[in-house]
């Protein structure tokens, strides 16, 4: 088969991967086409923990058919038993010829061992194309086993001149209701999700899934003091128990303690409040590998103050409003010498909406125009 023909099954896995957003976690997205004489004769993906690998799915479908066949998955194929058996060991015995994987899976438990074992089964295996593609399909699960923080997604919804709200502070819709449900799938495929006590005090929102499949994130409310309004849907309807207040008082206000399955992290407090970096150790320590900020505007500006934002989403809505509170306010990258790039950056149409997704080069910022790291002033 030609490259073409590589790429657009590779690329097929990649669209059945994508099925299983906010419903994988913590395994990764992960397709499986199988094609015999240019023909798919089989494919899946995976739909959660515990449930069948995408490779097994395919390969009941394929039946007989996988024998000398071509597989195409979006990620190396697993070589443990986990919850489930070894997705090599299924290929092997179904006698597939051929195994072409976009990207190593980093679990250690695999990483390079699952291609190994095909090989060693007389399997013809190569890796690619679409690499780079596929290891961004997966950056959340990669940042499980290569990172050191959670990955930090920095979502926000803004108007054409960057407003997030009116002079008025209503900011309830800027987005139209297609990219409310990205939100929520953003949400499901996040581990937690942070809004400063501003933000919870004037939207009282739940941050929980609603508009799409998935579990609900652990809602992180950041606050130096802690004086929070205890009657907020994030504390009343906190069934789940999956509510954080983060805060750098010493002492915690009486009211948060007397919130039932209320989590309280007590975060070092810099010069100018809460320390991001502390917060996100504690999240890590926690077991949180993926952190869906939400804002508002000094929450996000911190993020990227602190140079803290692996990945930015903005939505823009085609309106403007001439006042308001802004998206990004001041970060000390005021000049065009100094101001914050983006690499692998893409626009994408939604709804009526416009979606911009990038990621932060803080690398290329020079150091004279970075501002200290003093932390995150909320109330």
């Known amino acids: 088969m030609s490259i073409d023909d590589h790429k657009k099954f590779m690329t097929r896995a990649m669209s059945l991967a994508l099925k299983g957003q906010g419903i994988t976690a913590p395994n990764p997205y992960v397709g499986a086409t199988i094609v015999k004489r240019g023909r798919i004769v089989g494919e899946g993906y995976h739909r959660g923990p515990g449930k069948p690998h995408a490779e097994v799915v395919a390969l009941r479908k394929a039946g007989r058919s996988a024998r000398g066949s ?3 998955l979006n990620l190396e194929p697993c070589c443990h038993q986990g919850r489930t058996g070894p997705c090599s060991e299924e290929i ?7 195994v072409h994987f976009a990207a190593t899976d980093p679990n250690p438990l695999v990483n390079g ?4 074992s095909l090989r060693k089964a007389g399997i013809k295996v190569s890796r690619g194309p679409l690499t780079a593609r596929a290891i961004a399909l997966n950056e959340l699960y990669r940042n499980r086993y290569l990172g ?5 997604t920095l979502k926000t919804a803004q108007t054409l001149d960057g407003r997030i709200a009116g002079a008025d502070g209503v900011s309830q819709w800027i987005s139209g209701d297609k990219c ?4 929520h799938t953003l949400r499901a495929e996040s581990d937690a999700v942070v809004i400063g006590a501003a933000t919870a005090e004037a939207d009282n929102p739940q941050l929980t899934v609603r508009k799409t499949r998935g579990t609900n994130p652990y809602r992180i409310v950041l606050s130096t003091s802690g004086r929070i309004n205890p009657q907020l849907r994030l504390f009343r309807e906190n069934n789940d128990r999956r509510t954080i207040v983060a805060l750098s008082a010493k002492r915690i206000p009486r009211e948060l303690r007397e919130i039932r399955g209320l989590i309280i992290w007590q975060v070092e407090h810099g010069p100018d409040g809460l320390l991001l970096a502390d917060l996100l150790r504690k999240a890590w320590d926690y077991g949180i590998n993926s952190m869906l900020v939400e804002g508002g505007g000094r929450v996000s500006t911190s993020f990227l103050r602190e140079e803290l934002v692996d990945r930015h989403i903005m939505v823009i809505a085609p309106m403007a409003l001439g006042e308001g509170p802004s998206a990004i306010q001041d970060f000390g990258h005021s000049t065009i010498k100094s101001a914050l790039r983006y690499k692998n950056s893409k626009f994408e149409q939604c709804g009526n909406d416009i979606v911009f997704t990038g990621y932060p080069i803080f690398d290329n910022i020079p150091s004279r125009n970075k501002p200290s790291r003093n932390g995150l002033k909320a109330n």
Do not use: H, N
């Not at 409310?180 to 939100?183: C, E, H, M």
């Open 70 to 72: 071509t597989m195409y």
């Open 92 to 98: 092997i015995r179904a006698g597939v010829s051929e």
């Open 113 to 116: 061992g699952g291609a190994r």
């Open 148 to 152: 050191s923080r959670p990955f930090v």
């Open 180 to 183: 409310l449900r990205l939100a």
